[in-house]
């Protein structure tokens, strides 16, 4: 009798161990242990693909993201419909820097970057959505981990949701989808690898080495280049017209002011000079980094300038919202709207 009593002991507590071991963590577990991996993390390298459904064309973006603990990030895109239109985000001790290699050209921004907004491809931004979000939704699949949250787009209330996806070994994000208010994915970003135990050289967040990423072929400053190019124009027009339009010719290039009348009054200016000032004085802007879906532009309170396809652009109004900028900049696509 006694033996039986003991053997049923140590079937119990073996059973009992067994579903210990099956059992699957909670929500407050992952979360717990996301908050962990973030604040033991000293860095990590990844890469990522990311496609853009935001305005009337896809776009895609292949990322490498590098980040040293504490504030230090190198965000490279590549973008793949524009060799010259790669930029590279930096953030340094020196401040938060946009730069555009192949162009030359560079905006310092004013702004807390990455912490005022939410940014679907760095890990510290998603864990911290999630940790944010009292309401969010816990899913566990065989692999991962998925959390539906509220995101922080200030300058964006037509992409009010995300969708994150944990590896359930590592606790790193192996994908996330960006959602509108109808909850259809407009941002797909899918994670190739993850590194968390990277190696890093002396000078790679200095400026001078990210703008040296992705420079064309032939120096900016030296053979005569082409300064053609087609005007682009906006195919959200926030209701209003294209009333007028000039052309300035200079001895490097040209430059094209469309003034747009109507509901909101604005202006877009085009240009391309085979001349441009050295990334050595980067333009300085009291602004937020904006992602238009075709590039990475500088938004301030009365406009969006930014770079695409060689062409410098600048949309200025005063009475447009920062929404409607954004609406107008990211509609103006590859092709001319007639």
């Known amino acids: 009798m006694r033996k039986k009593q003991v053997l049923f002991a140590v079937i119990v507590f073996g059973f009992a161990l067994l579903l210990a071991a099956c059992g699957e963590k909670s929500q407050e577990d992952v979360v717990k242990k996301l908050d962990e991996n973030i604040d033991e993390l000293d860095g990590y390298k990844t890469t990522a693909e990311m496609t853009m ?11 490498d993201v590098w980040h040293k603990k504490k504030d230090f990030y190198r965000v490279s895109l590549e973008n793949e419909e524009d060799e010259k239109g790669n930029q590279v985000i930096l953030k340094n001790e020196e401040g938060v820097f946009v730069l555009t290699p192949a162009l030359d050209k560079s905006f310092k921004f004013q702004t807390d970057w990455p912490q005022n907004s939410s940014q679907p491809y760095l890990y510290q931004s998603l864990v911290s959505d999630v940790l944010q979000d009292e309401d969010a939704e816990f899913e566990a699949t065989d692999k991962e981990y998925i959390f539906q949250t509220k995101t922080n787009y200030q300058s964006n209330n037509n992409l009010p949701y995300q969708e994150i996806h944990f590896d359930k070994k590592t606790y790193t994000p192996t994908k996330v989808k ?58 959200f027009l926030a209701g209003s017209e294209l009333d007028e339009e000039k052309e300035v ?90």
């Open 53 to 63: 459904n935001t305005g009337e064309e896809a776009h895609s973006f292949q990322i």
């Open 178 to 235: 960006v959602l509108d208010k109808d909850k259809n994915a407009l941002v797909n970003v899918t994670f190739s690898s993850f590194d968390t135990k990277p190696s890093f050289e002396k000078g790679d967040f200095a400026r001078d080495n990210a703008s040296s990423e992705g420079l064309a072929d032939e120096s900016v400053s030296g053979d005569e280049q082409d300064t053609s190019f087609t005007v682009l124009k906006p195919e």
């Open 249 to 338: 010719t200079f001895d490097d290039g040209k430059r094209v002011i469309m003034t747009f009348n109507g509901e909101k009054n604005y202006t877009l200016v085009e240009e391309k000079r085979s001349s441009v000032e050295t990334m050595s004085s980067p333009k300085e802007v009291e602004g937020d980094i904006v992602n238009l879906g075709h590039s990475v532009g500088a938004l301030s309170e009365k406009g969006i300038e930014w770079e695409q396809e060689g062409v410098s652009f600048h949309l200025a109004s005063d009475e447009l919202t920062r929404e409607e900028m954004i609406e107008v900049a990211k509609s103006v696509q590859g092709k001319e709207v007639k």
